[in-house]
Structures are given as structure tokens and as C-alpha cells.
């Protein structure tokens, strides 16, 4: 089947990436190692760089988009540094000689790509980045895989990149890849948040999650959050609708 | 700074401990942010004259001094296995890829298949990857190293942030920590990179702010007695007489060992819902 991405989940973000098949159980199911591109007037920033081996896919994907002739990608963000969000680093660099600047918590890059030491700008919650008619901010990671971990918001469109926040595989055999939560109609959502939770976010198994989705929901709020693009998971863009659907997944998942 | 490297030899010649040293000033991951002084990357070689296991393979700022310190104990056809411990962290991962072009890999252990999808950090239209051959495990499973009935245990961790697995060496009575038991930086490079038997390593509050202030924030109110029970498990199952971590100083000897693991155990049970309640921890809290 093609790969459905890249595909604008909205005006000037785009989901990148392709689909990683999970084992588990007996069953086969896929999820995403996604990166963001997103487009403003003056520069284009990415977000995440997907899976070491999703580089040549993305890298594709990323040239295959038009960009406005003034909108150089001269940004990445990474929400934290495990493999599957960073391991492009290098590459991209590389790749992008407009590249000037890796923002996020960046701790550990100068041990692992000492070569582009002079590249890394560390950030803070409350930190922005301009790109001309839009501004990612930094916000506070609520669910989070490292203590390094940071989020990051789309002002203009209210898009929150929660890194490993709202992490679901989805079903392949049901036509899930590339579409949103709301338009996986059989994605049952509280069994894949569960599964994932039980697969690789160990420690949500031994707390209360209804204390970190409280906290996730005034984050939302505060932030005024339209559309979530997790790195894993399908993008939700009904929160009222999905959300209670992950509560409930996240706090099934017991050690 | 002049980089400060040492290969630590355990259990005549058995272990190699390849001991790369950086410093901490806030921007290593492994290490509560208001830590300062150094630590080390441990990568550690288990050695037969007929083969050898590798766990981690270390930083890429680390590549050149850790393909000389292996060149300085296996001979080029030595047959090679790598297990990463973490499948996603820079410091396990991060020269496989330069190790395998450089020495006889033969296989890299893995709980997914296609291993080199995993490890190449580097491979362009100009610049090629080695693929390199992955044998899955099923955890928990053994390993075997060279042809003389050495064999290793190798388990899914008993507490971790992001997926680990722990090796137990029967033959050396070691235990692989990874990232737990990895609180001992020093204030000098030189170290001490190992802790022996007559010198006091532990403390109950020190531990417990490493662990809060690292990886194990969500500890403080969590359900934390099947935690307590599978760490329970691994020390009646096996004698650990030497704890070797993935970064910081090796704890060595049996009375240490213990202690560490008394006082784990302890931190545990105090930061049970049943003794702690559970709130929401903000990323940046330190305490």
C-alpha cells in the first residue's frame, strides 16, 4: 500500500513519516515515528526526526513539499532524546545546509553529534522560536519518556506536539495509516493507548494517570489546544472526543 | 578538557569495562540536571578467547578511543556479538554502526528484528551502511559466549524509564545494571571508577534524589511493590557479587552489592502509594 503521508493535518503543518509494524500478542499492528514540518512566512522549523531508518523516507517526503521561496527549513525541535525522535539529527543537518539551529532540551547532543555542538540551542518552557507570520512556544511535557523532555506548540493553528504524550499504535488491516483518531472509526482506543502504555512508557503502569491527564487537560486549556500531533499516534483533532477515550487507556494500563 | 579513558579489567580478564569519561554540567540526560563534577559511559566487553560480548557500544564522541580500546583486546577475527541494552539511548546504541565496519560483528542481539534499521545514525546517498546480521530474543533468554559454555541471562529490567534490559553473569557472579546503580559520578575525572569493598558508597538520601531527580520521577506515590517484588526476584535468583552500571563508578564486592540493593528496596517501599501519596510531578521540580 502507498504510504498516505505527507499529509497538511493543518494550513502550513504537515505529518511526516511512515508506518513501523508492532508485534504483540499474536497481532501485527503499526504505529508512527513521526516528524512535523511546519511552514511559516519567513522560515520553516521541523519537529521530531523520525526513526533512524525513516530518514530517506522522510528526507523525500520533506523535499517532495513545496515551500515558500522565503521559507528555508532553518529549525529542528526534538521533544527528547531517544532514538526514535533524534536519530535523524546528523543527517538532516547534513542534508540541509539552511539547518542552523537544533532546539529542545539538547542535552546529550554534544556526546552524540559533537560534530554540530555549535548547533544546539537549549530551551527552557516559555521559550519561542519565530517563523514569521507563526510561533512554536515551548510548553510544560505532562507525559514524558526522559527527564529532558519538552512539548512544543503551534501558536497560529494551536497545535501541541506532545512527543510520546498520546502514544497509540493503530490497525493496518483497517485502513488506520495516515488518517486522523476521529477517522479510524474502529480504532478502539483505549486498548491500543493501553497497549502501547504497557509496551513503552513502563512507568504509567505503576501511577495514577488520572493525575497526569488532569494536568494534560489544563494544559490544553491554558494553551487553547485545537489539534494534538503526537510522534506515535494518529493526530487527534476532536480532543473533547478522543481524550477521555486515552484517560481511559492510560489508567487501564496496570503492572 | 583532555579526555580521561580507562579500560578496567574485572574478574581476570573476563570483563573489560571500557570506562570513557565526561563531564556533568547539566546536560546529560542520566543525571539529575544540578549534578557536577564527571562521569563515565560504560560499555562492557565479556571475553573468550573464541568470542566475545559487547553491551553498548557508547557515545559517538567516544568512537575513536572506544574502537582503540577494542582493538587492544580482541584480535580482528574475534567473533563479535553486540547487545545494545537500550535500543533507543545514544550511549548503547551510538557506534554500533562504526564497530561493526571496523571488527568482526557477527550478530547484534535485539528484541526486534532488523537491527541495523535501529543502529545507523549516518547513511546518506554517499555514505553506506554495514548491515548487521540481528538474532531476536525472547526476554528472558541466554546467551552464549564463544563455544565454552559460557552463558549469560539477559531479562527485561526490573525498573526502567524507557526499555532496558539487565545481563546477569554467572560465571563473574555480575550484574549489568545499565542505568540503576548509576548514581556513583566522582568530582574528579580520574575518578574513582570503581568502588571497592572497604569504602562507604552508600546513602539512603542521596540514592533517593538521584533516582527523583533522573529517571524515577514518577516514583513518589506510585504502586511500587511489584517493582520491589521483581528486584526481589533477581537477587534470591542470582549471587551478585559485583554491579556493573552503564555510566558511572562499578560497585565491587558483596557487602556493597548489598547495601545498594537494601537501600533501593527501601527508597521503594517509602515511596509506595501506601507511604507516599502520589502527585503531580512538574518536569523541572528537583528535590
Known sequence: MKNPLPREIVPGVFWLGQCLEQHFQGKVYHAYNAAFLIIGSESSLLVETGHPGDFAEINRQVKDIVLPKESKIEHLFITHQETPHSGGLGRFLEEYSDLKTIYG?????????????????????????????????????VIRDMRTTL????MKERVLFPGDGFAYSHYHWDGHCG???EEAESLDLIDVSAVFAERALFWTKYVDMNIYVDRLEEVIEEFDIKVIAPTHGLPIKNISQ?????RKGLVAAKA | MDHYQNITELSDGKIFALQNIFPLDGR???????????SCSNCYLLYENDGALLLDTGYSSHEDIILQQLSSILEPNTPLSIFPLRINEFMSVGNAMAISKEFNVVQCYSHVPDMSFWLDFETTESKKAKLIPTTVLKFPSKIEIGEKNRIVDAFGAPIQLIATRWVYDETTKTLFSSDTFAQYSQKNAQGPWIIEENKKSNNYNFTKSFLLNSRYWWLEGANTLPLIKDINEIFKNFEVQTIAPGYGSIINGKKLVNEEFSTLKQILEDMDQEKTDPSYIHRDIER
Request: glycine content about 6%; proline content about 7%; hydrophobic content about 35%.
Open chain 2, 28 to 38: 546529560v540526560s542520566a543525571y539529575p540536571s544540578s549534578t557536577v563534577g564527571y
Open chain 1, 151 to 154: 512539548w512544543g506548540v503551534d
Open chain 1, 242 to 246: 478522543t481524550l477521555p477515550k486515552i
Open chain 1, 105 to 141: 532540551d539538547t542535552s546529550d547532543y554534544h556526546l552524540a553529534f559533537p560534530e554540530h555542538l555549535e548547533k544546539l540551542r537549549h530551551m527552557k518552557i516559555g521559550d519561542s522560536i519565530n517563523l514569521g507570520d507563526r510561533d512554536f512556544t515551548v510548553v510544560e511535557p
Open chain 1, 179 to 181: 488518517k486522523t483518531a
